[in-house]
Every structure is written in C-alpha cells, then in structure tokens.
C-alpha cells in the first residue's frame, strides 16, 4: 500500500522505515522541503501530495497543535490514518476532532500510543482482575532530555517548544493512556507541571499529580526530563498482591503475603521495543483494509485530553480538578 507520512521529524522517520520495513510504499508531507536526495519522495503542500500520489493511508506525526487540522483534511479525502499522540493539543480541539468523525461516520483510523501494543503492560491489563480490588497505582517514567537525541541539540526539539507541543506532561502521555487503559477515568486530578529545572527550555520538565477515583482508590504519576537515571515503570498495590514492572528490567513481578517475589513475565533478551511500533503499524494497515479494529478510539483520546487539560488547570490553580464527564 502507499502511504503518506505526514511530518519527518524522529517519530516520522521511525514509522516511514518501518512502513519501508514492512514493504509499502513511503511519500513525505513536510513542512519545508529537506533539499537534499532521499530515500522517499517528498512534498510540502497537502492537496499536491494527495492528487499526485493518491495514498491508500497517512500515518499524521506532524507537530501536536496540527494534529486535528491534519486529521480532518484526511477525513474529508476518506484516507484511513493513524495519529500520533496526543490527537490534539488540547480537549476542545480534540472534541471538535471527534464531532467531525462522527458525523463522517469515519472508521478507518487509530491514535498512536505504542505501549499498548508492549507485552509486558499488555500481560498486566490481563492479569489485573486476579488482583482484586486495586488500592493503588504508582508509574514513572523520568530520563534527562539531552541524552533522548544526542545528535541534534535538545533545545531545539519539539520536546523542548511548549508551542510545538512540548512538555514532558505531553511527550511522556503513554504513561495517561495505559493508567486510563487499566483502571478507566478518575474523577479527580491534582497535578504540578512546571519547569524547575537547568536545561534552557521553556516547556515543562516536571509532572507530578495524584489522581483520585470514585472508590477511593489513588494513581500517583511522576514524569520528568530530568533524571539522569532512565526511569520507567508502575506498582500496583491491590487486595491480592502487588504487581511491579520495571522496563529496565523488562519482567513483571508479584509480591504476595507469606510467598517468594514471583516472577509472573519476563521479555525475551533479544526483545526490540521497536516492535512496539510495528504491531501498531500492522494493525492500523488491519483497520485501513477493514479487518481489524482501532487499538484506540477517538473517545479514549479525549479521555486523555480530560486528563491533561485538568492536570494543567490543577496546576495553575494549586487546587483539585474534578475530570469532566460530558
């Protein structure tokens, strides 16, 4: 199949050599032209792309406040896509994103939140109804930004741009997606995003937040850019024991009264997380061909837009949000 990859930056890149990988066809949509011969033909005016290629699919990994923009143009032309994450930059563009699908009755699409498809978290959703009730939820995830590319200046990365859509809260949104996608929706947040650190950026390098569930149960969130120490992963303390995955580690381990820690997962040595990326890849081509479904939907992305928006407004405020249920 031709697909067209819209936006080139590293996560562009990563699904276009993947695509390559997986043996369709790549053209680039960019937001100015590289001017220098590649691997695949490239253009930088939407209409231009479309009417001389006619892709079969998009794959939108342009900058997050295009996102919706981008997703509505491919809606209107009934090319399938999948979205980068988050599908927008903010719960109402995200909103108006849905109302458009919707009324298009547009099936053919997934948003792109790639831990989904890691085995390690998919085993855990699976195993959590043995847990019993969940008392409560740890997850981090914290590496120092500079070291992410260190060929190119951080400073200068989308990461680093609030305007771009930058802001660990942003960049680090799997670790919302997979809470959400084990426990659902809380009813409240309260959160601190800021910028505490040295690394001459203007985007948020710090996240903290608490959020709180209608059964009382509470998940405690820490991202940052800042930890020189790669960090990532999640405890769950519930009735029945508590589960820890360290993606150092790559294993899942349950501690349980009066028992050894058992190790319940482990991924195999030569395991590549690019995988990750190429499930996804394979089932949103599923979706574009009409014989899979969407990993996730536009109403679950708004979820996590709730989330973010009252993260942020927690912030400013200094108070607890209450998540909107509309």
């Known amino acids: 199949m031709k697909a067209l990859v819209i936006g080139y930056g590293s996560i562009g890149r990563r699904h276009a050599a993947n695509l390559a990988k997986l043996g369709h066809e790549v053209v680039l949509l960019r937001h100015a032209p590289s001017g220098q011969p590649g691997a695949f033909r490239e ?8 009417a001389k290629e006619k892709p079969e699919l998009a794959v939108v990994c342009s900058p997050t406040p295009c996102h919706a923009t981008d997703a509505a143009k ?11 994450k988050p599908p927008a930059l903010d719960l109402d563009s995200t909103l ?61 990365t989308t ?46 390098d710090l996240c903290v937040a608490m959020m709180l569930y209608p059964d009382g149960s509470l998940v405690e969130l820490h991202l940052d850019y800042l930890s020189h120490k790669n960090l990532r992963g999640c405890q769950i303390i519930a009735e029945h024991g508590t589960l820890e995955w360290n993606f150092t580690d790559k294993n899942v381990k349950l501690y349980a009264p009066k028992r050894e820690p058992q190790e319940l997962f482990r991924l195999p040595a030569e395991y590549d997380f690019n995988q990750t990326y190429i499930d996804e890849l394979q089932n949103f081509i599923g979706v574009a061909q009409g014989k899979a479904t969407s990993m996730v939907n536009i109403a679950q992305g708004c979820n996590i837009l709730k989330v973010l928006d009252a993260m942020i407004e927690s912030s400013a405020a200094r108070q607890w949000v209450d998540i909107p249920r509309r």
Do not use: T
Request: hydrophobic share 45%.
């Open 159 to 204: 990461s680093a741009k609030p305007e771009l859509g930058g802001g660990v809260h942003i960049e680090l949104v799997h670790e919302i997606d997979y809470i959400l996608w084990f426990l659902g929706l809380p009813g409240r947040v309260a959160a601190y995003v800021a910028n505490v650190g040295n690394l001459e950026i203007k985007s948020a």
């Open 96 to 156: 108006k994103l849905q109302k458009i699908i919707e009324q298009k009755k547009f099936e053919a699409y997934d948003l792109a939140f790639n831990l989904r498809w890691y085995p390690p978290l998919k085993f855990i959703r699976d195993y959590l109804p043995k847990l019993g009730k969940v008392f409560s939820m740890r997850v981090s995830a914290g590496s120092w930004l500079p070291g992410w590319r260190p060929s190119v200046d951080y400073r200068q």
């Open 74 to 84: 491919l809606i209107q032309h009934g090319i399938p896509f999948l979205l980068e």
């Open 43 to 50: 253009y930088c005016e939407f209409e231009q792309a479309i």
